[in-house]
């Protein structure tokens, strides 16, 4: 709900707005000498041997293309389709293709290197484009920031019942207040100062936004269980901290059980280059029990020493660069997103872009469930205000104003449909290319059963239909409903969903018409086997017959119109017949081809004429037929392959 602010807070909010630009007048200047560089290089339109010099962006609209071109739409979608490209006006379209229409119609093209230029380029490497962005800090600017912290390890070890713990000690620090809400981080006030901790379930987050290449966390806690030693996940979370360069603090966790062989956790430890300190080695470790919230006090002592031997900085008064860990749609705020701020500070109602999303910040809460204003370095904050629901990894930056903001998630967002188009376009061609090739031809499917006994037979009865020309491949499969990922899923790959004694929900069939998804309904599996094989004849390419019938020597052109012709000739060989296909060939060349819809022999018509004959014929093509060709009609019969 907007709220008129009292004269005194609009004043406040005023006077931070001017430090912000003031902080940042050396960042707004720098934008606007670039956009001022565009904007020249834009009007620089050169006159070389009468072809126009023109830059154009890695994607745009069909409708901005043209405008770039100083063209109409239309001609753009016609010059489009005439290269196989069905576009819209609002559809994207990538450099590649731009630069093969501008070239057509005589441009000379160039890649624009501004700004979102090298926003699309970050867009293949979040890493690189947040340690761009943390590399803007100088560290004269800089504060000290709370560390960053992952729990990792092997399942079962307790890794949720040490965050828990972890997350207790807060709460008797007295920082309760609010409700607290899992967010995915939390922070920890300890010996006044924060640590702030992921507390993603399993390590599943931290393994998306590695994939990503975002570096989200400064320290990992690797929890082994004293009772079970190292394990497979352990081994592969030490593997994750190392590739991050990131340094381990080891929990050796359920202390508390008889069981528990301390000694044995640390050799196994070692193995793997983990080398306790009264060992000799470098690895902090704390024996814990989080059960019995015993010795977690000492891990965060532990916590706090590493963090400084990291010295972790960052700038506070910049505009603030965040990693998404979570995000989701909420049913009354939207989309939101958990944030965790790198540098600079992020406050309510800055204009944000996050991948393709943007909007302004309008609600930031804090883990304890808390409104807040402001977030400062290692802060993770929820926030709402997108206007789409963005991935874990992708990073979030505070931008001048919502316009630009608005103009770079729209860039973002064009270049990722021309890509998935690109990638569309790549899947199709290459399918039909394999067909064309007399490879196989592949059927993708999703089947959807209600008891795990059927699915397994299901998939059996699929994986025995066998040909040489074509296969069924089943992309996923489980049991219970159709649901909507499943139909977006078969979009994506082209799939057919296939259920058995299931029912299909409206909404589902809805979003399946809408997406062009065929989903089809079985209760009898041998009816299902047989549409797929008549699925699969259908999907195999035709054969084409073709059959000689007669070969013509042309001695005179009687009649030439723009499609059609009337030739006369001997039948040199077999029989010349009516309704065939007839091929033009000069000097030995194939020229073209066409048909005849009649012929006659002397003046009347009839169905053929045979060997020996003079030949009239009606021919309908836009070849032109001349004295002396060589012409041959066939019928060309298809004939439909079977499994
Ligand atoms: P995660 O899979 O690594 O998150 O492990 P959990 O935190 O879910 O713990 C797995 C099981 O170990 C649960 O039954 C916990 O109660 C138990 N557990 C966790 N920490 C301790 C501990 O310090 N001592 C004992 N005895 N049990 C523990």
């Known amino acids: 709900m907007p709220q008129k602010l009292s004269a005194q807070r609009t004043g406040k909010r005023q006077k931070?707005?001017?430090?912000?630009?003031?902080?940042?007048?050396?960042?707004?200047?720098?934008?606007?000498?670039?956009?001022?560089?565009?904007?020249?290089?834009?009007?620089?339109?050169?006159?070389?041997?009468?072809?126009?010099?023109?830059?154009?962006?890695?994607?745009?609209?069909?409708?901005?293309?043209?405008?770039?071109?100083?063209?109409?739409?239309?001609?753009?979608?016609?010059?489009?389709?005439?290269?196989?490209?069905?576009?819209?006006?609002?559809?994207?379209?990538?450099?590649?293709?731009?630069?093969?229409?501008?070239?057509?119609?005589?441009?000379?093209?160039?890649?624009?290197?501004?700004?979102?230029?090298?926003?699309?380029?970050?867009?293949?490497?979040?890493?690189?484009?947040?340690?761009?962005?943390?590399?803007?800090?100088?560290?004269?600017?800089?504060?000290?920031?709370?560390?960053?912290?992952?729990?990792?390890?092997?399942?079962?070890?307790?890794?949720?019942?040490?965050?828990?713990?972890?997350?207790?000690?807060?709460?008797?620090?007295?920082?309760?207040?609010?409700i607290t809400q899992h967010i995915g981080a939390y922070q920890v006030d300890w010996k006044g100062r924060k640590i702030t901790f992921l507390d993603t379930p399993g390590h599943a987050a931290f393994t998306v936004m590695r994939a990503r290449g975002a570096k989200a966390t400064d320290i990992a806690i690797l929890v082994v269980a004293a009772n079970d030693g190292v394990k497979p996940q352990t081994i592969e979370a030490i593997h994750h901290a190392r590739d991050a360069k990131i340094p381990i603090v080891v929990a050796i966790n359920k202390v508390d059980l008889p069981e528990a062989d301390i000694n044995k956790v640390k050799s196994e430890l070692s193995e793997h280059d983990l080398i306790p300190e009264e060992w000799g080695g470098k690895t902090v470790m704390a024996e814990v029990s989080a059960k019995q919230k015993k010795g977690v006090e000492n891990l965060l002592d532990l916590v706090l020493?590493?963090?400084?031997?990291?010295?972790?900085?960052?700038?506070?008064?910049?505009?603030?660069?965040?990693?998404?860990?979570?995000?989701?749609?909420?049913?009354?705020?939207?989309?939101?997103?958990?944030?965790?701020?790198?540098?600079?500070?992020?406050?309510?109602?800055?204009?944000?872009?996050?991948?393709?999303?943007?909007?302004?910040?309008?609600?930031?809460?804090?883990?304890?469930?808390?409104?807040?204003?402001?977030?400062?370095?290692?802060?993770?904050?929820?926030?709402?205000?997108?206007?789409?629901?963005?991935?874990?990894?992708?990073?979030?930056?505070?931008?001048?104003?919502?316009?630009?903001?608005?103009?770079?998630?729209?860039?973002?967002?064009?270049?990722?449909?021309?890509?998935?188009?690109?990638?569309?376009?790549?899947?199709?061609?290459?399918?039909?290319?394999?067909?064309?090739?007399?490879?196989v031809a592949v059927l993708k499917i999703i089947v959807k059963a209600d008891v795990d006994g059927s699915l397994q037979a299901i998939k059996q009865c699929l994986s025995d239909i066998k040909s040489e020309k074509a296969a069924v491949q089943i992309i996923h499969s489980g049991i219970g409903q159709v649901n909507e990922s499943d139909v977006m899923m078969a979009a994506a790959a082209e799939a057919v969903v296939i259920t058995f004694h299931l029912g299909v929900n409206n909404d589902v069939k809805k979003l399946a018409l809408r997406e062009g998804v065929e989903i089809k309904q079985y209760d009898v599996i041998y009816h299902l086997t047989e549409d797929i094989e008549k699925t699969l004849s259908g999907m195999l390419q035709n054969e084409v017959i073709e059959e000689i019938l007669g070969e013509l020597k042309v001695k005179a052109i009687f009649m030439t119109s723009a499609k059609a012709m009337i030739v006369g000739g001997d039948v040199k060989s077999g029989k010349f017949t009516k309704d065939t296909v007839v091929r033009v060939y000069r000097d030995g060349e194939i020229i073209g081809e066409g048909k005849t819809d009649s012929v006659q022999e002397g003046k009347v018509p009839c169905d053929s004429v045979e060997e020996g004959h003079e030949c009239g014929l009606h021919f309908i093509g836009k070849v032109r037929i001349q004295e002396k060709d060589r012409l041959l009609s066939i019928r060309v019969t298809v004939r439909k392959q079977e499994l």
Do not use: W, Y
Not at 116 to 143: G, N
Not at 150 to 173: C, P, Q, Y
């Open 305 to 439: 020493l590493t963090s400084d031997m990291e010295d972790l900085r960052a700038n506070p008064d910049r505009l603030a660069v965040g990693t998404v860990i979570e995000a989701d749609l909420d049913s009354k705020l939207g989309p939101v997103a958990t944030v965790l701020i790198n540098t600079g500070t992020l406050r309510r109602g800055d204009p944000v872009v996050v991948g393709a999303a943007c909007g302004r910040v309008r609600l930031m809460i804090a883990p304890n469930g808390k409104q807040i204003k402001e977030a400062s370095p290692s802060t993770p904050v929820r926030i709402s205000g997108l206007d789409l629901v963005p991935a874990a990894g992708e990073i979030l930056t505070v931008k001048t104003s919502e316009k630009e903001a608005k103009f770079l998630a729209t860039k973002v967002r064009q270049h990722r449909e021309a890509r998935s188009m690109e990638q569309k376009k790549i899947g199709l061609a290459k399918l039909s290319a394999k067909i064309a090739k007399g490879d």
């Open 16 to 178: 931070k707005r001017e430090d912000r630009k003031t902080a940042h007048s050396g960042m707004a200047q720098k934008k606007e000498n670039s956009q001022e560089r565009r904007r020249q290089k834009e009007q620089k339109t050169i006159v070389a041997n009468g072809a126009i010099e023109i830059s154009l962006p890695p994607v745009s609209s069909v409708g901005e293309f043209a405008r770039k071109l100083s063209l109409p739409v239309t001609a753009i979608i016609s010059e489009l389709l005439k290269n196989g490209v069905v576009a819209a006006i609002n559809e994207s379209i990538d450099f590649d293709t731009m630069a093969i229409i501008a070239g057509d119609l005589g441009f000379i093209v160039k890649l624009d290197e501004s700004e979102e230029s090298l926003l699309i380029a970050a867009e293949k490497d979040e890493r690189s484009m947040l340690e761009k962005l943390l590399s803007e800090d100088k560290k004269s600017d800089s504060q000290p920031r709370p560390p960053i912290i992952s729990v990792m390890g092997h399942v079962d070890h307790g890794k949720t019942s040490l965050l828990d713990a972890l997350r207790e000690t807060n709460v008797a620090a007295g920082e309760a207040g609010g």
